[in-house]
């Protein structure tokens, strides 16, 4: 267990139990004071009240902080262990965006969120800080935050950055030397990729996974700090999409594979032209795809 994660549970239970006797309207003492008595940084008092913020225990507006209602035996953190991982959440969040069960503009309920996550509410709080950056949640104006979704506009513009950044990749992997161990693993992706069309009739299902293992290793190869993120959550989605719309899911699949290995041949002959432009036509057919599965699936 992080110390940071040990300080702050211990901080947030001791001060539940803190409150426990305070009426409704109560006002608590300051961070700094808070933080002398609870024996933590100022930084832990500001989780630790962002938390309780969250769940509906205090109001804080500035320097005001005050008690609304007195402490459940629900509020109390889980134990450490049943937490999942910041990519588990990462996952289970996408995922529970992207199945559309929930509308484009809905506020979220950190505390709540948390519970069905199975995360503590401020790290719900800094993952939901991080994903703004990517434009599918905000912070309202008042606090906690709203869902922007996954809508066809948004759909068009991640298409378009994947399109930027996955070309600039294909040409730096057109140019590298034969001793690079990314042609060893093209060469197996590319096994890969023959194995499941032989199979395709009762597997396709298994795509899915093969295509983020395929443009997660031509991504590799460009390493800048300031996409990674963005890669991941482009990632993501387009691993996701592919579960969306179950019409001509095997046709569609195939077609896929039939156009990866089109851009690993031209790759394995070095011939960069040839590489783009396979490319540039599947991930123009990848993003007909995902708007048509967006278009199915908000109709639905």
Same mark, same amino acid.
């Given at each position: 267990?992080?110390?940071?994660?040990?300080?702050?549970?211990?901080?947030?239970?001791?001060?539940?139990?803190?409150?426990?006797?305070?009426?409704?309207?109560?006002? @608590?003492?300051?961070?700094?004071?808070? /933080?002398? #008595? &609870?024996?933590?940084? =100022?930084? !832990?008092?500001?989780?630790?009240?962002?938390?309780?913020?969250?769940?509906?225990?205090?109001?804080?507006?500035?320097?005001?902080?005050?008690?609304?209602?007195?402490?459940?035996?629900?509020?109390?953190?889980?134990?450490?262990?049943?937490?999942?991982?910041?990519?588990?959440?990462?996952?289970?969040?996408?995922?529970?965006?992207?199945?559309?069960?929930?509308?484009?503009?809905?506020?979220?309920?950190?505390?709540?969120?948390?519970?069905?996550?199975?995360?503590?509410?401020?790290?719900?709080?800094?993952?939901?800080?991080?994903?703004?950056?990517?434009?599918?949640?905000?912070?309202?104006?008042?606090?906690?935050?709203?869902? @922007?979704?996954?809508?066809?506009?948004? /759909?068009? #513009? &991640?298409?378009?950055? =994947?399109? !930027?950044?996955?070309?600039?990749?294909?040409?730096?992997?057109?140019?590298?030397?034969?001793?690079?161990?990314?042609?060893?693993?093209?060469?197996?992706?590319?096994?890969?990729?023959?194995?499941?069309?032989?199979?395709?009739?009762?597997?396709?299902?298994?795509?899915?996974?093969?295509?983020?293992?395929?443009?997660?290793?031509?991504?590799?190869?460009?390493?800048?700090?300031?996409?990674?993120?963005?890669?991941?959550?482009?990632?993501?989605?387009?691993?996701?999409?592919?579960?969306?719309?179950?019409?001509?899911?095997?046709?569609?699949?195939?077609?896929?594979?039939?156009?990866?290995?089109?851009?690993?041949?031209?790759?394995?002959?070095?011939?960069?032209?040839? /590489?783009?432009?396979?490319?540039?036509?599947?991930?123009?057919?990848?993003?007909?795809?995902?708007?048509?599965?967006?278009?199915?699936?908000?109709?639905?």
């Amino acid at each position: 267990m992080a110390r940071t994660d040990a300080r702050f549970r211990a901080a947030y239970e001791q001060t539940l139990t803190l409150l426990q006797g305070e009426r409704p309207g109560t006002a @608590l003492a300051s961070e700094t004071t808070l /933080a002398a #008595e &609870l024996k933590v940084s =100022r930084t !832990v008092v500001r989780s630790v009240l962002t938390g309780l913020q969250a769940a509906g225990i205090i109001a804080w507006d500035g320097r005001a902080k005050t008690l609304l209602r007195a402490p459940l035996a629900s509020d109390h953190l889980p134990a450490r262990d049943d937490y999942i991982s910041l990519e588990a959440l990462e996952s289970r969040f996408l995922d529970w965006v992207l199945r559309f069960d929930v509308p484009a503009g809905t506020p979220l309920n950190v505390a709540q969120l948390a519970k069905q996550f199975s995360v503590p509410p401020h790290s719900l709080q800094e993952f939901l800080s991080g994903l703004s950056h990517f434009g599918l949640v905000e912070r309202r104006p008042r606090g906690g935050w709203r869902l @922007l979704g996954f809508t066809p506009d948004y /759909a068009v #513009e &991640l298409t378009e950055f =994947r399109m !930027v950044l996955e070309m600039n990749a294909v040409r730096a992997l057109a140019t590298l030397p034969q001793s690079h161990p990314v042609w060893a693993q093209l060469t197996a992706l590319r096994a890969d990729h023959v194995a499941l069309l032989q199979r395709i009739e009762t597997d396709f299902h298994d795509f899915s996974k093969l295509d983020e293992q395929f443009h997660g290793t031509i991504n590799s190869v460009v390493r800048n700090r300031f996409v990674e993120e963005f890669q991941k959550v482009i990632s993501l989605i387009f691993h996701y999409h592919y579960q969306w719309d179950k019409k001509r899911e095997r046709q569609r699949n195939e077609t896929a594979i039939r156009e990866h290995l089109t851009i690993l041949d031209a790759l394995q002959r070095h011939d960069g032209a040839a /590489a783009e432009a396979a490319a540039r036509a599947h991930l123009l057919t990848s993003k007909e795809t995902l708007l048509a599965s967006l278009r199915v699936n908000m109709l639905a």
